[in-house]
């Protein structure tokens, strides 16, 4: 079965850290650009970042820009999300999201439709004091 399974979702407090893990079962991930989105209660799925299969190139969206970072490990099958100084408005369960190859190109990126439907289950981050 083929699937994405996200990890690393805590509750911490306003400026802290997290490293959010996004695995693959039944695929490997090499071949595939990886976002990442998040979705809060009653809001719409946003895009955070996307990274590329082969070449790297990511995008990150402008909420978290100087924050949060993305980056692969294709030996470990393995896309990761670090966030750091994470504000309450980052509460949200996190998602990723593969396509073949390479991102979709400008803002089409942070588009969810531009992706599989292989959505796994989320990994919830709580920020609070």
């Known amino acids: 079965q083929v699937q994405l399974v996200e990890s690393g979702g805590e509750s911490v407090q306003p400026g802290g850290s997290l490293r959010l893990s996004c695995s693959a079962s039944g695929f490997t991930l090499d071949h595939y650009a990886i976002a990442w989105f998040r979705q809060a209660p009653g809001q719409e799925r946003e895009g955070i970042s996307c990274?590329?299969?082969?070449?790297?190139?990511?995008y990150l969206a402008d909420s978290v820009k100087g924050r949060f970072t993305t980056s692969r490990d294709n030996a470990k099958n393995t896309v990761y999300l670090d966030m750091n100084n994470l504000k309450p408005w980052d509460t949200a369960t996190y998602y990723c999201?593969?396509?073949?190859?390479?991102?979709?190109?400008?803002?089409?990126?942070?588009?969810?439709?531009?992706?599989?439907?292989?959505w796994g289950q989320g990994t919830l981050v709580t920020v609070s004091s």
């Open positions: 999201a593969a396509v073949e190859l390479v991102c979709p190109s400008g803002s089409r990126w942070s588009d969810p439709h531009r992706y599989l439907e292989v």
């Open positions: 990274i590329s299969s082969t070449t790297g190139t990511t």
